[in-house]
């Protein structure tokens, strides 16, 4: 698995989401490198990481992500997922909690896919198979951003489809399908001995807010930040408030 690490000091780990890689977490990781040693992965089948044809699930994501973690010497550290990168750290969370100082979800939740969601996923994975990865990725991105911010950002979106189309239609579906097959984490964070941080979007449909508002009271300490006009992609969206509430969590708890 390739992965990038910047900085020196305690450890912070950035997990990326389903059709991303760890480059979207660039500016932020820029940022926090400047007091922590930041390691950002290409997840198996996005980035530099290639995909395997075996099948994915949650529980191989994050003992890849153990494996990297046992690699780099890293006692501890906190790890923050967004979207997909967030199923991971729940199910990282369950299997080597004595890893973590604190955790986070940054648009995503705990919760099972509803059988809605999981149709869904199975018509998207019938749609990447008839059609390839290119026309999926350009009609999913364009989901994920609030208007105001596409319309200011479009060049940055277009390079970000442009970059997502190079994923293989058989690692999205692999992808997609461990999502699908996930399970719901909610005790993971009602017995959390360590802080977890929330970050959503109040227009997010992928990580709406009831459930985020559902997901915030389970958490024996949580801080949890909730951004308006902003749909799924907070890391770009509100990227000034994403890495000061990182920050504030990381100063506090690391």
């Known amino acids: 698995m390739y992965y990038k690490i910047t900085g020196k000091g305690k450890v912070i780990v950035l997990l990326h989401g389903f059709i991303e890689e760890g480059s979207m977490w660039n ?37 890849d992500v153990f494996e990297m ?6 006692k501890q550290c906190i790890m923050l997922g ?5 199923y991971i750290t729940l199910y990282f969370a369950e299997k080597y909690p004595e890893l973590l100082t604190g955790f986070g979800l940054v648009n995503s ?18 749609f990447i198979a ?7 990725v350009k009609e999913l991105y364009n989901t994920i951003f609030h208007d105001a911010f596409k319309k200011k950002e479009q060049k940055l979106i277009d390079g970000l489809i442009k970059q997502a189309s190079n994923y293989t239609p058989e690692a999205l579906i692999a992808a997609n399908t461990a999502m699908m097959k996930r399970k719901g984490k909610e ?21 709406p807010l009831d459930l985020f508002l559902k997901q915030a009271s ?12 902003t749909k799924h992609m907070s ?12 920050e504030n969590f990381a100063k506090s708890y690391s």
């Open 235 to 246: 890391v770009f969206e509100k990227k000034k408030e994403t890495l000061s509430a990182i």
């Open 82 to 86: 967004h979207s997909m990168g967030g």
């Open 218 to 229: 389970l958490p024996p300490i949580t801080d949890f930040y909730l951004f308006d006009k």
């Open 27 to 63: 500016e932020i990781a820029k940022s926090l490198s400047k007091k922590y040693r930041v390691i950002v992965p290409d997840l198996e089948g996005f980035g530099s990481t290639p995909f395997s044809g075996k099948p994915l699930s949650m529980e191989k994501y994050a003992k």
């Open 69 to 74: 973690l046992k690699k780099e010497k890293a």
């Open 187 to 207: 005790e993971v964070l009602k017995n959390a001995q360590v802080p977890v941080l929330l970050i959503g979007g109040k227009q997010d449909p992928a990580a």
């Open 109 to 126: 939740h705990c919760f099972e896919d509803s059988p809605e969601k999981k149709l869904n996923r199975k018509k998207g994975n019938e």
């Open 130 to 136: 008839k059609h390839g990865s290119h026309i999926f």
